[in-house]
């Protein structure tokens, strides 16, 4: 009887164990059936067609333009340097960060359905910030090889082995995902009320204006993770260009000022574009994001900076424009 029993209370016990299971299963479910309303630009339907048309164009010249330079890269032997390696890296993850929004962009500029699920809507905010996270350090890492270009030439080809390299490229990714791990799930431990966003993706800003409880402690948790990624990486890498200053200032040679200035300036204001406005949109109080003027500012870092990009670096990067008039001299033959 005793035993009976026993497997009377286990087994009751395991039925309402799964019969709870079930339920929260199905409410997660249920969850990720959810849909958002993105609201875009709808509240400007005059400009949307202008968006669609101008976004297309962008988006094509930034996949040319990234593209062309993973190509060169990989074909030109002579930008087989951690500079280039560095480079192309950056020019692959532009591609992935625009493609992460600018679809869901242009279907809710052109078509009729302005919803994501929520399911989606978590997925793309994940992969947004991993790829944005990612970006952060690998800045980082491309003005720590400028700085050991610069003040250590000498010791450069030890400093920066192919080893090294291939380390800190896959710690920008790890570093950034991670990163982007840890928001997502803080932001999924908040209630939300209401399903409609006032952007064209789902961005951490928005999501924080839909939480319907106080959420001040989970809120603080994000900010630092995202002082952390952005004011950090910021400040080594206006370190490493204070150095790459004073010793480009000891140069003597007029020549060899302006290619530095040159190569380093061009990566300068890439890091100026894109902290920026990633620090104008995460590092400002809840209470004062504009939801509207988030939107264009997005448009800015998400669209337009890595258009310009290839742009910024090759425009007076002498190795770059030689190595695409062979590969064209090439096509011609």
């Not at 370190?239 to 000022?257: D, E």
């Amino acid at each position: 009887m005793l035993f009976r029993f026993v497997i009377f209370i286990v087994g009751t016990k395991l039925s309402l164990c799964c019969l709870c299971t079930y339920k929260i299963m199905d409410s997660f479910n249920a969850t990720l059936e959810e849909r958002f309303f993105l609201v875009g630009f709808s509240d400007w339907p005059q400009l949307e067609l202008i968006l669609f048309v101008f976004i297309s164009i962008f988006y094509s010249l930034t996949i040319f333009g990234n593209t062309t330079i993973i190509a060169l890269s990989r074909i030109d032997l002579r930008l087989h340097t951690p500079m280039y390696f560095f480079l192309s890296n950056l020019s692959f993850l532009d591609l992935c960060f625009t493609t992460s929004t600018v679809p869901q962009l242009l279907i809710n500029l052109y078509g009729q359905d302005k919803t994501i699920s929520y399911g989606g809507c978590v997925a793309q905010l994940f992969i947004y910030l991993a790829l944005g996270s990612t970006e952060c350090v690998l800045l980082v890492v491309m003005a720590f090889d400028r700085y050991a270009a610069v003040c250590r030439p000498l010791h450069y080809t030890t400093i920066m082995h192919p080893l090294l390299c291939q380390a800190l490229a896959i710690s920008s990714w790890v570093g950034g995902f991670l990163n982007s791990l840890i928001q997502t799930g803080l932001m999924m431990t908040m209630p939300l009320c209401g399903h409609r966003l006032n952007h064209f993706f789902c961005e951490m800003p928005v999501f924080l204006k839909l939480a319907c409880q106080d959420t001040g402690g989970t809120e603080a948790k994000m900010f630092v993770a995202r002082a952390i990624i952005l004011v950090f990486p910021a400040t080594l890498i206006l370190g490493s260009y204070g150095h790459i200053a004073k010793a480009v200032l000891k140069v003597k040679s007029t020549a060899g000022r302006r290619k530095a200035f040159g190569t380093c300036g061009s990566h300068l204001l890439v890091v100026s574009l894109f902290y920026g406005s990633a620090i104008y949109t995460y590092l400002q109080p809840k209470s004062s994001y504009s939801e509207s003027k988030g939107k264009f500012v997005a448009l800015f870092y998400t669209i337009v900076t890595p258009m310009l990009n290839p742009l910024i670096y090759t425009l007076r990067n002498k190795d770059v424009k030689g190595a695409l008039w062979k590969v064209l001299g090439r096509g011609t033959d």
